[in-house]
C-alpha cells in the first residue's frame, strides 16, 4: 500500500499515535518445529528467543529486515483462558486457525525450486498474476504463506 492507502491515526494535535506495524503474530504448535521451519526451511533469521516464565518469546524476521518480525505464538496463557487455547489447537491442528504471511521475493520460481528442495510442500506452483508471479504454501502448523515477484513498476 502506498501513502494515498495509508491510514494514519493522529490525535487532535495532528501527531502520529501510531507510526509502523512491527510485529504480527501466528499461532504454532510447538516453537522448536516452527523454528526449525521457518529458519531452517524458508531462511528467516531468529530474532528473539525469550523465556519468560509464563511465555516463550519467539520471532523471526527476514534477513536485513530487523523492522518487522512474526511471533511464532503457542495458544495458550496469558493470551487466552484454557479452554479457548484448546479450542484454538484443535483448530489449528485442522488447518482452520492459521495466519496468513505474505512474502516478495527477486525471483519467485527459483525461490519456488529452492524451497521444494529442501521438503517444503506448496499448494500451488508459481503463477502468473496482474500484480507479478507467486506461489502459496502451509506451514506445518496450517498457516497459509505466499511468496509473490511483484510485478516492476514504472
Same mark, same amino acid.
Given at each position: 500500500?502506498?501513502?494515498?492507502?495509508?491510514?494514519?491515526?493522529?490525535?487532535?494535535?495532528?501527531?502520529?499515535?501510531?507510526?509502523?506495524?512491527?510485529?504480527?503474530?501466528?499461532?504454532?504448535?510447538?516453537?522448536?518445529?516452527?523454528?526449525?521451519?521457518?529458519?531452517?526451511?524458508?531462511?528467516?533469521?531468529?530474532?528473539?528467543?525469550?523465556?519468560?516464565?509464563?511465555?516463550?518469546?519467539? #520471532?523471526?524476521?527476514?534477513?536485513?529486515? /530487523?523492522?518487522? %518480525?512474526?511471533?511464532? +505464538?503457542?495458544?495458550? !496463557? &496469558?493470551?487466552?483462558? *484454557?479452554?479457548?487455547?484448546?479450542?484454538?489447537?484443535?483448530?489449528?491442528?485442522?488447518?482452520?486457525?492459521?495466519?496468513?504471511?505474505?512474502?516478495?521475493?527477486?525471483?519467485?520460481?527459483? #525461490?519456488?525450486?529452492?524451497?521444494?528442495? /529442501?521438503?517444503? %510442500?506448496?499448494?500451488? +506452483?508459481?503463477?502468473? !498474476? &496482474?500484480?507479478?508471479? *507467486?506461489?502459496?504454501?502451509?506451514?506445518?502448523?496450517?498457516?497459509?504463506?505466499?511468496?509473490?515477484?511483484?510485478?516492476?513498476?514504472?
Amino acid at each position: 500500500m502506498g501513502p494515498a492507502n495509508s491510514v494514519l491515526l493522529t490525535t487532535s494535535g495532528g501527531k502520529e499515535v501510531l507510526k509502523s506495524l512491527a510485529i504480527s503474530s501466528i499461532y504454532v504448535l510447538d516453537q522448536d518445529e516452527a523454528l526449525d521451519f521457518y529458519v531452517g526451511k524458508l531462511g528467516l533469521e531468529k530474532k528473539e528467543d525469550v523465556d519468560l516464565g509464563f511465555m516463550r518469546w519467539l #520471532t523471526v524476521n527476514v534477513p536485513g529486515d /530487523k523492522s518487522r %518480525e512474526v511471533l511464532l +505464538e503457542l495458544p495458550a !496463557r &496469558p493470551a487466552m483462558d *484454557d479452554k479457548t487455547a484448546a479450542q484454538v489447537r484443535d483448530l489449528v491442528t485442522k488447518g482452520h486457525a492459521g495466519g496468513n504471511l505474505f512474502f516478495t521475493t527477486d525471483d519467485c520460481r527459483k #525461490t519456488y525450486k529452492e524451497l521444494k528442495a /529442501k521438503g517444503v %510442500e506448496f499448494t500451488e +506452483e508459481p503463477t502468473e !498474476r &496482474p500484480y507479478g508471479i *507467486d506461489c502459496g504454501l502451509r506451514d506445518p502448523f496450517g498457516n497459509f504463506l505466499r511468496f509473490s515477484q511483484p510485478t516492476a513498476q514504472a
